[in-house]
């Protein structure tokens, strides 16, 4: 279902030696595998699913954005917002396939642990991770609520992510899920998997229409 990322833009590597470091290591350093895989991970992505309001049928998407963390962190983290469908009113909402789709609404903090500490090629550590599959992120903070996409946001049970995992790595082309972007113009593709402590699991794929 995954493939590796072809290569990590070299302009990320511009960007973040650019940037000022709170609680991260200094400019001089220059960046490493965490500042690597935080960059690749932004975006701000869509996943398309269908509604139905009695017998009328509406197309259209979940929003997920990936941005840089509050930089007040005691550690480098991307935030992972989850938007509310706004499906309010729908009789029910499911992918092309006829799975139902949750909503999702709230926001993780995620942060990165390095498998090579000293390593003097972090960009190239993080395009040989991807080859084998996708990369594992840490959930620092944060709480999903989650239930029906036809109730109102406020209603939905509560899930706390804090302790658990987020995978994201590329849709290998041609799999069910990558068809199901099909009508997006963007090529980057990913499958997201988020795993709480208590077992609960959401996944969906998503296309990339917004580079952070």
């Known amino acids: 279902m995954l493939?590796?990322?072809l290569a990590i833009p070299f302009a990320i590597a511009l960007l973040i030696a650019a940037s000022p470091a709170t609680a991260q290591?200094?400019?001089?350093?220059g960046p490493d595998a965490v500042d690597f895989a935080l960059?690749?991970?932004r975006g701000g992505y869509a996943c398309p699913l269908v509604c139905r309001?009695?017998?009328e049928v509406r197309r259209g998407v979940r929003r997920v954005v990936i941005a840089a963390g509050p930089r007040s962190s005691p550690q480098r983290v991307d935030r992972i917002t989850f938007f509310d469908v706004g499906a309010t009113g729908a009789s029910r909402c499911h992918d092309d396939l006829g799975a139902e789709e949750p909503n999702i609404v709230g926001t993780l903090l995620v942060s990165y642990t390095v498998k090579r500490p000293r390593s003097d090629t972090p960009q190239r550590d993080?395009?040989?991770e991807l080859k084998s599959g996708p990369l594992v992120f840490d959930v620092a903070s944060g709480r999903l609520r989650i239930g029906s996409a036809?109730?109102?946001?406020e209603s939905l049970r509560e899930v706390d992510f804090a302790g658990g995992r987020v995978r994201l790595g590329e849709l290998a082309p041609g799999s069910d899920e990558a068809r199901r972007l099909g009508d997006f113009a963007s090529q980057r593709r990913l499958h997201l998997e988020a795993e709480a402590p208590d077992g609960t699991r959401i996944g969906m794929p998503l296309a990339d229409f917004e580079r952070r």
């Open 3 to 5: 493939r590796a990322s």
């Open 126 to 128: 993080i395009e040989q």
């Open 39 to 41: 960059a690749w991970a």
């Open 53 to 55: 309001f009695g017998e």
């Open 150 to 153: 036809t109730a109102a946001p």
């Open 25 to 29: 290591p200094s400019a001089s350093a």
